[in-house]
């Protein structure tokens, strides 16, 4: 994205996945100083799942691609003012919890910790969402 961008435009950025074509959406839109940022899951560029098995690795993984995403929007994890947080064990909520723990503790937004009884994929157990405001 270019820095000179009017902020009052739409700026859509895409991870490049084929699924976003299909289903037809964006990694992040930003409007103005509000970024929102979808369902981000533990996949790579590659669609090979990272932390297969840990929820604390999808979680840490998960937030660094936000991260990343944030970058490319202007914007870093410091603009995050929510999360939401999509688990399909919530007896692992402390796994997540310390990854989540590691980017946010100084930060502190609001958070949600959800239970839900299937992501798209079995091996897929952590999907996060974000809001971020530029200020």
């Known amino acids: ?45 590659e669609g090979n799942i990272i932390g297969k098995g840990s929820f604390y690795e999808q979680t840490k993984f998960i937030l660094q691609k936000i991260e990343n995403a944030l970058k490319q929007a202007n914007a870093s994890i410091k603009n995050v003012v929510r999360t939401r947080i999509y688990v399909t064990d919530i007896t692992k909520w402390q796994d997540v919890g310390k990854a989540h723990g590691e980017f946010f503790r100084d930060i502190k937004p609001v958070t949600s910790i959800v239970e839900v009884q299937n992501l798209i994929h079995p091996d897929l157990w952590v999907e996060i969402e974000v809001t971020a405001v530029l200020y």
């Open 1 to 45: 994205m270019s820095s000179e961008m009017n902020n009052s435009q739409r700026f859509n950025l895409s991870s490049g996945t084929y699924w976003e074509e299909v289903v037809g959406y964006s990694r992040l839109v930003k409007v103005g100083n509000l970024i929102e940022v979808a369902g981000t899951a533990s996949v790579d560029s």
